[in-house]
């Protein structure tokens, strides 16, 4: 039952052969600065550094994998805001399978590009309401009408446990005992497949989700005790900004998370530009949200071991005005008065100026 599955280290292990070759294994970095900064030992898991620039690719290509030849040949449908459509795309030219990708109006046109760069001439792409919701319903119904595989972006176990594979590495690789694991929380598959293994393998470490302030699915639902869906989100963190997380995702969340911190967009923003100036790391909204939520676990950190997961860096340099607009709000270095969300600086960058075709 779906209520009862939870990856096995077994399962993971096996998603670890089908990525070898395919995945990198990025990197587990110390952060001078931050690591001054909270006083404690601050490492980065740089997914960042992926092939497809987000650990999405895992998740996807496990899946596609382990299709029969009949499903191959039926072709894959997915949904995503833009990393997990990059990862069935490439998924899709390494493997010779046809995809339908369906990504939100609001998509960034970098992440179109992408997506469009890594799958060619198999991949066809379909621009559709305006959030991921609204893109997996439409992608629901074109699987339901062609017959074609959904490719779940969260809510589907070989993609758990193809995420999953990003917490051996950080396993492996870590030089001590980790205290706390900190990751980006949108529909649940990165963070369902991360806190099973360290449950089984490391239970001194504290898991901690990380969600923006205005998409918090995961916590909303953990509060109420049932998977929730929301009426309405900010999609800034694109990433991570879902109206329902996975069902999967939220009965083993709700199990093996200590703790979930919601994160202000704003201050998501001062941290991508941190990132970016200090230690010339380009980080996407979800992809920062880890560390941005450092902050508000500074006094509890001091003199640990702590590992951020940085899910992502495809960011559009468009957004770049946005980004500070909201920085400055946050910090309280711009006085706005009104309804300071319509004074931000339009999102230029949304792909309902561009034709797909041309990409």
């Given at each position: 039952m779906m209520s009862d599955y939870s990856p096995n280290i077994a399962d993971i292990e096996t998603a670890a052969q089908n990525l070898d070759g395919i995945a990198v294994r990025t990197p587990l970095l110390k952060s001078v600065r931050l690591s001054e900064l909270y006083e404690a030992k601050v490492f980065i898991k740089r997914e960042d550094l992926q092939v497809v620039r987000s650990f999405k690719i895992r998740g996807a290509y496990n899946k596609m994998v382990e299709l029969s030849n009949r499903d191959k040949g039926h072709g894959v449908v997915c949904a995503s805001a833009g990393n997990h459509s990059q990862g069935v795309a490439f998924a899709c030219a390494n493997l010779g399978i046809k995809g339908t990708i369906f990504m939100p109006t609001t998509t960034p046109v970098q992440k179109i590009y992408q997506t469009r760069k890594y799958g060619g001439s198999t991949i066809d792409i379909v621009l559709s309401g305006d959030n991921f919701?609204?893109?997996?319903?439409?992608?629901?119904?074109?699987?339901?009408?062609?017959?074609?595989?959904?490719?779940?972006?969260?809510?589907?176990?070989?993609?758990?446990?193809?995420?999953?594979?990003?917490?051996?590495?950080?396993?492996?690789?870590?030089?001590?005992?980790?205290?706390?694991?900190?990751?980006?929380?949108?529909?649940?598959?990165?963070?369902?497949?991360?806190?099973?293994?360290?449950?089984?393998?490391?239970?001194?470490?504290?898991?901690?989700?990380?969600?923006?302030?205005?998409?918090?699915?995961?916590?909303?639902?953990?509060?109420?005790?049932?998977?929730?869906?929301?009426?309405?989100?900010?999609?800034?963190?694109?990433?991570?900004?879902?109206?329902?997380?996975?069902?999967?995702?939220?009965?083993?969340?709700?199990k093996t998370l200590d703790r979930i911190i919601t994160v202000p967009e704003g201050r998501t923003c001062s941290e991508i530009l941190k990132l970016?100036?200090?230690?010339?790391?380009?980080?996407?909204?979800?992809?920062?949200?880890?560390?941005?939520?450092?902050?508000?676990?500074?006094?509890?950190?001091?003199?640990?071991?702590?590992?951020?997961?940085?899910?992502?860096?495809?960011?559009?340099?468009?957004?770049?005005?946005?980004?500070?607009a909201r920085s400055r709000l946050f910090e309280g270095r711009d006085v706005l008065s009104g309804n300071t969300a319509s004074q931000l600086p339009p999102r230029k960058d949304f792909v309902n100026t561009v034709n797909v075709n041309a990409l």
């Amino acid at each position: 039952m779906m209520s009862d599955y939870s990856p096995n280290i077994a399962d993971i292990e096996t998603a670890a052969q089908n990525l070898d070759g395919i995945a990198v294994r990025t990197p587990l970095l110390k952060s001078v600065r931050l690591s001054e900064l909270y006083e404690a030992k601050v490492f980065i898991k740089r997914e960042d550094l992926q092939v497809v620039r987000s650990f999405k690719i895992r998740g996807a290509y496990n899946k596609m994998v382990e299709l029969s030849n009949r499903d191959k040949g039926h072709g894959v449908v997915c949904a995503s805001a833009g990393n997990h459509s990059q990862g069935v795309a490439f998924a899709c030219a390494n493997l010779g399978i046809k995809g339908t990708i369906f990504m939100p109006t609001t998509t960034p046109v970098q992440k179109i590009y992408q997506t469009r760069k890594y799958g060619g001439s198999t991949i066809d792409i379909v621009l559709s309401g305006d959030n991921f919701d609204a893109a997996l319903f439409a992608a629901q119904l074109y699987q339901k009408k062609h017959r074609s595989i959904l490719v779940h972006p969260f809510d589907d176990p070989k993609v758990i446990e193809g995420q999953a594979t990003v917490a051996k590495e950080i396993f492996e690789d870590a030089s001590d005992p980790i205290d706390y694991l900190l990751f980006p929380l949108g529909g649940g598959g990165l963070a369902a497949g991360v806190s099973s293994y360290f449950q089984q393998l490391s239970k001194r470490t504290r898991l901690i989700g990380v969600e923006p302030a205005g998409a918090a699915a995961m916590k909303q639902s953990i509060a109420a005790g049932i998977n929730t869906t929301l009426t309405d989100i900010d999609t800034f963190s694109d990433g991570a900004a879902v109206k329902r997380v996975g069902d999967r995702g939220f009965n083993i969340c709700q199990k093996t998370l200590d703790r979930i911190i919601t994160v202000p967009e704003g201050r998501t923003c001062s941290e991508i530009l941190k990132l970016y100036n200090d230690d010339a790391i380009i980080a996407e909204p979800a992809g920062a949200l880890s560390i941005a939520a450092l902050e508000e676990i500074k006094n509890d950190i001091r003199g640990k071991h702590v590992v951020c997961i940085l899910s992502g860096g495809n960011n559009d340099i468009g957004r770049i005005e946005e980004i500070k607009a909201r920085s400055r709000l946050f910090e309280g270095r711009d006085v706005l008065s009104g309804n300071t969300a319509s004074q931000l600086p339009p999102r230029k960058d949304f792909v309902n100026t561009v034709n797909v075709n041309a990409l």
